[in-house]
């Protein structure tokens, strides 16, 4: 998931990245940051924009992303 954030006066939009094992973890997790966001104060969000996505795509395998701990 890329999330984006922007602040006013910031000489750029900050940025950040999460991998997860597939689409459907993802897209929870974005909405799940949505929801935090929305329940920041009025004041926090004057001053601070969000957005994020969950772009797929192929990589190379990551060691331990798939583990389950069982």
Do not use: W
């Not at 954030?5 to 997860?20: E, H, R």
Request: proline share 6%; charged share 20%.
């Amino acid at each position: 998931m890329l999330v984006l954030i922007s602040m006013p006066n910031a000489p750029s939009v900050k940025y950040n990245g999460f991998i997860y094992p597939s689409e459907e973890e993802c897209q929870v997790a974005r909405y799940e940051l949505h929801e935090a966001y929305n329940n920041k104060s009025t004041e926090y969000k004057s001053v601070t924009a969000i957005d994020s996505y969950c772009v797929e795509f192929e990589s190379f395998p990551i060691a331990g992303l798939n583990k389950t701990g069982a």
